[in-house]
């Protein structure tokens, strides 16, 4: 497999990677899974994954196959885009059994590359490493494996990133947890994420005009492509639609207060 490819792995395949290691058996060291996604000029995206059944020692290993081949095969009929493009494995070093793993995902797509998760968190940080796989040796003599390190991007989808910000929002409290808030609070938190960008950008503007920052004309040319998509609209006609809209969802949560109320007075007549 050629080296000149980058990885792209998303939120939700960590996650699920992480939750497989968590319910692991008792006396199971590692979990490993099949990586499924998408390969587009040379960049290999991974979407999805599941773990797949494997029993392992100091001397051998087992993985179930056909279990592995019954999953594909139902993820085929959901998602027929994603395909085989690898597998991971929980821990931060390739084994010799990795290497007869490799195998046999080397043999369902052409491109299989593994992942690796570092689940003890050495260093104090979840490590996530991808490898692709050559064949190094003497034709004719003991062949070995080589893994080759390959550079990895965390990408996601915007529905991701907002589930990913709202988990993270967890390390902050002593009990883990996180509670939802209204559309209206979202829309407040939002709107005070883009004022604190837009007092940076100012600062960032004015320290040029003064001469305190050196310019940057990629940045230059990145505000121009910026301001260039917001509509140019004057300001009493966006006043005139932001209160229309206003008045929209006024009247649409007065209707379902009013709705919510007659049906519990419906619910309480009844009952006499």
């Not at 058996?25 to 999805?48: P, S």
């Not at 080759?148 to 989808?157: A, E, F, R, S």
Request: aromatic share 6%; hydrophobic share 40%.
């Amino acid at each position: 497999m050629a080296t000149n490819v980058a990885v792209h792995v998303h939120p939700v395949v960590l996650f699920a990677i992480v939750d497989s290691f968590e319910r692991r058996n008792e006396d199971a060291r590692r979990v490993i899974g099949t990586l499924l996604g998408t390969v587009d000029k040379g960049v290999i995206e991974i979407t999805n994954s599941f773990t797949v059944p494997h029993n392992e020692s100091e001397d051998e290993v087992a993985v179930d196959m056909e279990f592995a081949k019954n999953m594909h095969d139902l993820h085929k009929k959901v998602n027929p885009t994603e395909a085989i493009v690898g597998w991971y494995a929980t821990g931060n070093e390739i084994t010799e059994h990795s290497v007869l793993i490799h195998e046999y995902y080397a043999r369902e797509c052409a491109s299989s590359i593994h992942l690796t998760v570092d689940t003890t968190l050495k260093g104090a940080k979840m490590g996530v490493n991808a490898f692709s796989s050559s064949v190094m040796g003497v034709p004719g003599k003991t062949m070995g494996t080589m893994f080759t390190p390959l550079p990895l991007v965390i990408n996601y989808w915007e529905p991701e990133r907002t589930g990913v910000n709202a988990v993270t929002k967890g390390k902050f409290n002593p009990k883990r947890t996180v509670n939802m808030v209204s559309d209206l609070q979202r829309v407040s938190d939002a709107s005070a994420r883009i004022q604190e960008m837009l007092d940076h950008l100012i600062l960032y503007v004015d320290e040029v005009l003064t001469g305190k920052t050196q310019p940057d004309p990629s940045m230059g040319r990145y505000l121009a492509e910026l301001i260039g998509t917001v509509p140019q609209i004057p300001q009493d006609e966006f006043e005139e639609m932001l209160n229309a809209n206003m008045k929209d969802l006024l009247m649409v949560v007065y209707l379902s207060n009013l709705t919510a109320t007659q049906l519990a007075l419906s619910e309480k007549i009844s009952l006499l």
